[in-house]
């Protein structure tokens, strides 16, 4: 049963509001306040409807909110909320895509000091007067990890995670891309214990210097909903990522909008270690020259790792298929792959990278 069929009247008065509260249960209220109460009897008048799948009166309803305000306010925000979730897809995830990522990992540290830390210990931020980002943004070359790390945080958390895709936004046209995202961000604003995620920020908020009118009110919209959504009292997280951090608008990356901006890149051999060590533990493994295939990965984003793993994994598989015995990944293996790929990563990638991280970090 929709919200929208049940005829709730919403062009009363104040007085109007305040008579017919009066009229039904009894209770007197200022008319200033009556048609706050109303639109909640009303509220409460659906909620009742959708679980009972009959229509119950407003009288009912009236006496009932009355009664149990506090509860009746709190069960129709929960089940608005579950609504929300359900429309956009929100996901779960375990601890463990957390422990994929290497201590040693310079964006692992960041985060855990400026967010996790803040918000799984709250009594102790609230002591030294340590106010936990709200808005954040990755930035880095494509495959570095951006998405993986956005889901590891919702993960350890065990937050909602929701991605919102530039493309989800566009459904209806370039023209309606503001009115979309301002409609999205009031769901999402609903919400609490919630990461919600960005990818390919740019494509929603470029540089307005040289952008079309279309392009500088979707920017000029994304300006508008970030304060709006830092100043919701729910425990949200917001977190944009960008492989083209240069291509954002200036206004969107001084201090006030995002509180942090953090640059995601490629990986040590430490780090390696750590992403090797996971997917190897979830092959059929046979000898392996682990130290070599460090080395030869260099260059390898966590996507590529995990693409490689997949061939290795897939190649294997036939194999055992085809020759009806046990067939496990070597090193051989693992470089006839890699001979077929291209990392994503190359000196120059990395050298733009570096100069990135100096102007626009801020963490």
């Known amino acids: 049963m929709k919200e929208s069929n049940l005829n709730i009247e919403e062009n009363f008065t104040a007085e109007e509001c305040a008579s017919k509260i009066f009229e039904m249960a009894g209770a007197k209220f200022d008319p200033e306040i009556a048609g706050e109460i109303w639109a909640k009897v009303q509220q409460h008048k659906w909620l009742l409807s959708e679980r009972l799948q009959r229509d119950v009166g407003a009288r009912t309803a009236c006496i009932d909110f009355l009664e149990n305000m506090d509860q009746a306010v709190n069960e129709y925000l929960s089940y608005k909320r579950k609504d929300v979730l359900n429309e956009m897809g929100a996901q779960t995830f375990g601890r463990d895509i957390w422990d994929t990522i290497s201590d040693s990992q310079p964006p692992k540290q960041l985060v855990n000091r400026r967010i996790i830390l803040p918000l799984t210990m709250e009594d102790l931020s609230r002591k030294h007067g340590v106010s936990p980002p709200r808005a954040i943004i990755f930035f880095g070359p494509p495959g570095t ?22 493309s989800m936004l566009m459904e209806d046209g370039a023209d309606k891309v503001g009115a979309n995202l301002r409609r999205t961000m009031e769901k999402v604003r609903q919400l609490q214990d919630a990461v919600i995620f960005i990818d390919e920020f740019e494509e929603l908020a470029p540089c307005r210097d040289d952008a079309d009118r279309v392009d500088k009110c979707i920017t000029n919209e994304f300006l508008k909903q970030v304060p709006l959504f830092k100043n919701e009292s729910q425990r949200l997280l917001l977190v944009c990522a960008t492989n083209y951090i240069r291509h954002l608008d200036a206004a969107l990356l001084r201090p006030g909008r995002f509180d942090c901006i953090i640059p995601v890149g490629g990986l040590n051999a430490d780090e390696r270690k750590s992403i090797l060590d996971y997917y190897l533990a979830r092959i ?33 598989f036939e194999r055992e298929v085809a020759e009806s015995r046990d067939c496990k990944v070597t090193t051989a293996d693992f470089l006839d792959v890699m001979a077929k790929m291209r990392p994503t990563l190359t000196d120059e990638i990395v050298e733009e990278f570096e100069k990135d991280s100096v102007t626009y970090s801020r963490v």
């Open 284 to 316: 059929n493994v046979g000898q392996v020259d682990f130290e070599r295939l460090v080395a030869e990965t260099a260059r390898f984003t966590p996507a590529d790792i995990q693409y490689l793993f997949e061939q290795v994994a897939q190649f294997a």
């Open 145 to 166: 990890g951006k998405t993986h790390f956005v889901k590891a945080i919702a993960g350890v958390l065990s937050w909602w995670y929701i991605e919102i895709a530039p």
